[in-house]
């Protein structure tokens, strides 16, 4: 698994895309994901993330982490794991294409 620094769909959608491609003959898959950065401009940054190994992907955490830890994180959960994937559908179109 990597994970890079993915800029931010609100602003630098343009630039998202070409990285994306450029690793994608590279990888098994590429996503991209996002949270929200009060000190990020626009309150937003997001990830490129890519696997290799016939892995499904990072959409849906591998391991789920036990109560006692849950409890004592102030930010993660498993659901807003999955829904960092979630893209709203001009950032979806202008990241993968039409797919």
Known sequence: IICTQGECVWLHVHLIRPL???????FDTVEYAYCTIPSYPSGQIGFVIATKG???GCKVPVREAEEGV?????YYTPEIHQ????????????IFGDE
Do not use: Q
Request: glycine share 4%; aromatic share 8%; hydrophobic share 55%.
């Open 54 to 56: 016939g892995e499904k």
């Open 20 to 26: 994306v491609k450029a690793i994608e003959p590279l």
């Open 70 to 74: 849950l409890k004592e994180l102030r």
């Open 83 to 94: 829904a960092a994937f979630v893209l709203p559908a001009f950032a979806k179109r202008a």
